[in-house]
């Protein structure tokens, strides 16, 4: 990939890879860490692939991994994937910083890749196949497991008092 | 639809953020609880999404600077492999010259213990061909170290 094109590449999608890692991980300088080591090696085994979205799909499936293997280094002196039980406290925050904030602390209730997967298919707008070959599991672990963070999610929402303000 | 997924989840979520509903899709999601789980999942992700990072990312030309950094090195790693095997082979090949050189007689007397003195090992070596072998020697090393060389400088 020449320099140029890198740079508008890294412009363009900077921002939400950051947010996609600093969500997952909940941790800002793993987070640099993670994201700085995505681009690296992204740039080390940039496929010829010229088409943009092609390129991103990439970049995420190296973020995915570089997190994953972030999770393995973790999981050896922590158990980072025991499931959390404490009680969400209820909130009437209506702010949209505290709602924000709210919403990301909702996040931290998901197991990592249950975190990957929601930002992947929510925000991204990645098709449980593509998702699936992000994450290296079955597609129909996707649907279900997508499916229980939905469900988890919506019913700490719920419990905060967060309610969402679009209607069809 | 089926117990955890919808069909129209896509255009749902599709929708929900360019904010352009059809009238299918309207009554669809007025009735479908999945549907609305996913409109409240997309408005709720979409908030957290577009917020802004709290410090400045590196710039483009830093993180391309430590990628080109990054493959040389995994370049220069394979090669000081490759010049490590080159070496220690041509070391050896270059040991043995030596040793036929300077001792000719050994070679003699092993090929005669051994019973199989068809070649005339020590014509071979007489005409300079240890000094060739030295030559190589030197001339591989520095072909194949030559990067590491200029690289850590």
Redesign the interface.
Known sequence: ME?SA??SF??ST???L??YI??TVQD?AAADDI??ES??K???YTPREKHELALKSYLYRIATNVINDHWRKQKRTRKWFASKTEEVPASNNTT?ID??HD??DA?QHLAPQQRSM??LA??E?Y?HKEIAEMLKVKEHSV??LL?RA??K??EI?KHKG??????? | MNNTHCTFKRETLKAVKSNQWTNDLRTHVTSCSHCKGTIAMTTFMQKISHEEVPHTLPSYRLIWLKAQYARKQERLSTLDMVALIGMSLTGIAGLIGLLFWRFPQFFDGAVNATGTSAVNWTGMVSNGAPFAVIVGVLVTVWLLTRDSYFAER
């Open positions: 320099e890198f740079a890294y412009e900077k921002q939400q950051w947010l600093a969500r800002h994201f700085q681009y690296i992204f740039l080390q949209d709602m924000r919403l990301t996040l929601v930002w929510y925000v707008d098709t649907k279900v499916h939905k469900q999610l919506l929402f967060i309610t969402s303000e679009v209607s069809p």
